[in-house]
């Protein structure tokens, strides 16, 4: 039996996925974003993880009517799970989207969340709300179950439909319905999970690794670069051990790895268990542009620069490499803090539209960009790197400083006139 599907929530995991079943069989797409919407139904997609092709070649109804949720009988739920202010799991926007589904809930439904939370959310708070909106009885008129999302953005290779796959539901049998569903789309490993809890642990555990092993490279930068040793040539000799894990130092933002630990320590702390190691991961990713400012400020002093009134450039703002996403970005930080210095600040960006984005500092053109005393290489777009130390030359003055957050240019090609920096 073919399940009539719809993917609530069209963002970057949302959408992949809707456009994936909708390849195969009629989708309905929901989103509360009209701009979103009517972009989509142009076939165009600003978070570039789907292409125009692609778009107009799968047979998904892009609607803001809650409505036609009610002919659907596969609900996939793709909304982003964030924090508050005070990092803790902002719960609201999955029980809004519960109860709007709730409220247009047919019998005999299954469905499904994909958004990233502690373990229980989705037995615990989001079946309640599913009940109270549609008058009906989970385990019985309807089901639910949990697949959690692994959408990387920006990346080309694994995609919704390559990336193994976990599924749960509330029995077997629903677990088992799930897994067919999904296997019309998904060409990699569909792996059953034991339960929806099990599902839901794995998947914010994922991330919490992730970040951890961030950390750990993070604070072997902090400690090398007291004792003057590159870090990169520490880890490119480490790596030759086989079983040496390839991580890097970074910056830490995004919707994922910079939130999802924080719904682990929530629970954990519910449960009268402090999470030391994870949270102090947490902590050391958060200082990283901190440590880079004052890097910048202890160069700039050492290369006799000016600090207060000097112009500093930042290349990239956004979250990740080739990825027009800014939730979270720690680049802000690092301009926040600079500017505390007195240091006037240009922006560019080369995935953002100059007009597209609200920010106090406006996001100039990068052939508008000046040569300044120092420029911070933050995200290294294709665009910055492509041609090597030839774009980025022009854009630091003689005996000017070139920060190389990710290391992403060759080192043994910086011209002479330029200090060079990377974690």
């Known amino acids: 039996m073919t399940r009539k599907i719809a993917v609530v929530g069209l963002g970057y995991v949302g959408l992949p996925v809707a456009v994936a079943f909708g390849q195969k069989q009629e989708v309905v797409g929901f989103d509360i974003n009209e701009e979103r919407i009517a972009a989509l139904k142009k076939h165009y997609d600003s978070t570039n993880e789907v292409t125009s092709e692609n778009l107009q070649k799968a047979n998904v109804a892009y609607t803001t009517d809650a409505k036609e949720l009610r002919e659907c009988d596969f609900i996939i739920v793709a909304i982003p799970t964030p924090i508050t202010d005070d990092k803790q799991p902002n719960l609201a926007p999955l029980i809004s989207v519960s109860e709007t589904i709730g409220a247009n809930l047919s019998k005999g439904t299954i469905v499904v969340y994909e958004s990233t939370v502690y373990p229980g959310v989705t037995e615990e708070e989001c079946i309640p709300v599913l009940e109270k909106y549609s008058k009906l009885k989970a385990g019985q008129d309807f089901y639910v179950g949990y697949s959690p999302e692994r959408i990387n953005p920006g990346d080309k290779k694994n995609t919704f439909s390559t990336i193994n796959k976990i599924v749960s539901g509330q029995t077997e049998q629903i ?220 854009l630091v003055l003689p005996n000017g400083i070139l920060m190389d957050v990710k290391g992403a240019l060759n080192s043994e090609e910086k011209p002479a006139n330029i200090h060079y920096w990377r974690l």
């Open 175 to 394: 677990t088992e319905i799930i897994y067919k569903t999904y296997k019309t789309v998904i060409q990699a490993e569909v792996f059953k999970a034991s339960s929806i809890k099990v599902a839901e642990a794995a998947k914010v555990i994922e991330n919490t690794q992730r970040d951890l092993n961030i950390a750990l490279m993070n604070e072997f930068a902090m400690i090398f670069d007291r004792l003057d040793i590159d870090t990169k040539e520490v880890l490119t000799a480490a790596k030759t051990k086989w079983n040496f894990l390839p991580f890097s130092p970074g910056l830490v933002g995004g919707h994922c790895i910079s939130v999802d630990p924080y719904y682990l320590t929530h629970k954990a702390q519910q449960l009268g268990y402090d999470p030391h190691m994870i949270l102090a991961g947490r902590r050391i990713n958060d200082g990283m542009s901190h440590f880079i400012v004052s890097s910048l400020i202890k160069k700039m002093i050492k290369a006799d620069l000016p600090i207060k009134n000097s112009v500093v450039t930042i290349l990239g703002i956004t979250f990740k490499e080739d990825v027009p996403d800014v939730r979270n970005s720690k680049v802000m930080d690092i301009i926040s803090e600079l500017k505390r210095y007195g240091i006037q600040v240009q922006i560019a960006d080369s995935m953002m539209e100059v007009e597209g984005i609200k920010m106090e500092d406006k996001l100039v053109p990068f052939e508008e960009l000046k040569p300044s005393q120092a420029v911070i290489l933050a995200v290294p777009h294709q665009q910055y790197i492509s041609s090597g130390w030839e774009t980025i030359e022009k």
